[in-house]
Nanobody, 117 residues
Framework: QVQLVESGGGLVQAGGSLRLSCAAS????????MGWYRQAPGKSRELVAA???????DYADSVKGRFTISRHNAENTVYLQMNSLKPDDTAVYYC???????????WGPGTQVTVSS
């Protein structure tokens, strides 16, 4: 089992910045890829950014150049630095982790990010 807890969400004005953190615990040695997803009201959950154990990254086109994902293995934490935020970035942001030989996906409870115009 892997447990994930997000923090750092909140309310920010357009153009502002936020930094999300995701702390992993449990069988962390089984984790491979970790990522951030978001879900806005009435929309499907979508990938925002992902990072592998060798720090390869992938980003949604909508956040490229504005968001940065990073991973601190010693702290078992993944971060998402979000700059130049837009109202369209408003969503619940979820941390996810792939772990184990079955590539099971674990989720955190989510953190709300609201960007006002």
């Amino acid at each position: 089992q892997v447990q994930l807890v997000e923090s750092g969400g909140g309310l920010v004005q357009a153009g502002g910045s936020l930094r999300l953190s995701c702390a992993a615990s449990g069988r962390i040695n089984m984790i491979t890829t970790m990522g951030w997803y978001r879900q806005a009201p009435g929309k499907s959950r979508e990938l925002v950014a992902a990072i592998t154990t060798d720090n390869s990254t992938d980003y949604a086109d909508s956040v490229k150049g504005r968001f940065t994902i990073s991973r601190h293995n010693a702290e078992n934490t993944v971060y998402l630095q979000m700059n130049s935020l837009k109202p369209d970035d408003t969503a619940v942001y979820y941390c996810g982790a792939v772990a184990g030989p079955d590539h099971y996906y674990y989720w955190g409870p989510g953190t709300q990010v609201t960007v006002s115009s």
